[in-house]
């Protein structure tokens, strides 16, 4: 287990977590099991969390101030060093129908960011020719980490690329340093509402690709349609099973008028189930 993640944890949590290789998620929730997730599945552990180990967690992924993370709070997380992100759950603290803050937090979800240095064979083409690409895949098979290493690659073959990090699960910045590397001539907006983004982006960083994951809603797709009318190439990810029915859905249907290749993960964690060309684009 990395320093950055050892740190985080109790020693009887952490001595029951050193028992797992290739940690991708640890769920911690009060007087719960421990659960964890690696490459390899997911395990149910004997440990107990108490609101104790939740606490301690917090107290040192915050360096002791919850307040100096106040703003990413406000959008359900906090980043670490190491590329590690925890969700968190509690009780809402509402401002004027706005979520302020969250309190009382006693279930976290610790997720640690992979890079991978192979990519599967099927999507060196798009690398080599690159064009509008969607990578589409359930959770936990490896869509972000496919993600990260495509524009890393795609970076420093020379396009000047945009990450649009809204949740800081591409890049994982902390205190303007990106932990992981998204390649030479990759610039990173983090914590920004993706919606707000585009258009700005678009005209001040020039980029020749903007990057950015698991997209959601028709304003979105709406803002990825525009940006490829404006000249700019787009790599985006989605949760999906299947590719016409994600495309069947009149929110992202406008995308098939822009995606010119679609990758599906499946079966295993980073495997290529199917790759799609659509010539007409």
Same mark, same amino acid.
């Given at each position: 287990?990395?320093?950055?993640?050892?740190?985080?944890?109790?020693?009887?949590?952490?001595?029951?977590?050193?028992?797992?290789?290739?940690?991708?998620? %640890?769920? /911690?929730?009060?007087?719960? *099991?421990?659960?964890?997730? $690696?490459?390899? @599945?997911?395990?149910?552990? +004997?440990?107990? &969390?108490?609101?104790?180990?939740?606490?301690?967690?917090?107290?040192?992924?915050?360096?002791?101030?919850?307040?100096?993370?106040?703003?990413?709070?406000?959008?359900?997380?906090?980043?670490?060093?190491?590329?590690?992100?925890?969700?968190?759950?509690?009780?809402?603290?509402?401002?004027?129908?706005?979520?302020?803050?969250?309190?009382?937090?006693?279930?976290?979800?610790?997720?640690?960011?992979?890079?991978?240095?192979?990519?599967?064979?099927?999507?060196?083409?798009?690398?080599?020719?690159?064009?509008?690409?969607?990578?589409?895949?359930?959770?936990?098979?490896?869509?972000?980490?496919?993600?990260?290493?495509?524009?890393?690659?795609?970076?420093?073959?020379?396009?000047? %690329?945009? /990450?649009?990090?809204?949740? *800081?699960?591409?890049?994982? $910045?902390?205190? @303007?340093?990106?932990?992981? +590397?998204?390649? &030479?001539?990759?610039?990173?907006?983090?914590?920004?509402?993706?919606?707000?983004?585009?258009?700005?982006?678009?005209?001040?960083?020039?980029?020749?690709?903007?990057?950015?994951?698991?997209?959601?809603?028709?304003?979105?797709?709406?803002?990825?349609?525009?940006?490829?009318?404006?000249?700019?190439?787009?790599?985006?990810?989605?949760?999906?099973?299947?590719?016409?029915?994600?495309?069947?859905?009149?929110?992202?249907?406008?995308?098939?008028?822009?995606?010119?290749?679609?990758?599906?993960?499946?079966?295993?964690?980073?495997?290529?189930?199917?790759?799609?060309?659509?010539?007409?684009?």
């Amino acid at each position: 287990m990395k320093p950055s993640l050892k740190r985080l944890f109790r020693e009887r949590m952490c001595e029951c977590l050193e028992k797992f290789e290739e940690l991708c998620e %640890i769920r /911690v929730r009060s007087n719960k *099991n421990l659960v964890v997730y $690696t490459f390899g @599945g997911r395990y149910v552990t +004997d440990y107990i &969390a108490t609101q104790e180990d939740i606490d301690y967690i917090l107290k040192i992924a915050t360096s002791r101030s919850l307040y100096a993370v106040e703003e990413s709070i406000k959008c359900g997380y906090i980043s670490c060093d190491g590329g590690i992100r925890i969700g968190l759950s509690g009780e809402a603290v509402l401002d004027n129908g706005k979520l302020r803050s969250i309190k009382n937090i006693n279930s976290l979800v610790i997720r640690i960011a992979k890079s991978v240095q192979n990519l599967p064979m099927e999507v060196l083409p798009i690398i080599n020719n690159f064009d509008n690409t969607l990578i589409l895949s359930p959770p936990f098979l490896g869509k972000t980490t496919l993600l990260r290493e495509m524009t890393r690659r795609l970076s420093d073959k020379g396009n000047d %690329i945009l /990450v649009i990090d809204e949740r *800081n699960e591409i890049s994982a $910045t902390v205190d @303007g340093k990106q932990n992981l +590397d998204l390649g &030479a001539n990759t610039d990173v907006m983090v914590g920004v509402p993706k919606i707000a983004c585009y258009e700005g982006a678009v005209r001040t960083m020039a980029p020749d690709i903007i990057v950015t994951d698991e997209i959601f809603g028709e304003r979105e797709v709406d803002c990825l349609v525009d940006s490829v009318r404006s000249g700019v190439k787009v790599m985006a990810t989605a949760h999906a099973c299947n590719i016409d029915k994600f495309l069947l859905n009149k929110s992202y249907a406008p995308l098939k008028e822009i995606m010119a290749n679609y990758l599906l993960l499946g079966d295993s964690v980073g495997a290529v189930k199917e790759v799609r060309y659509n010539c007409s684009v």
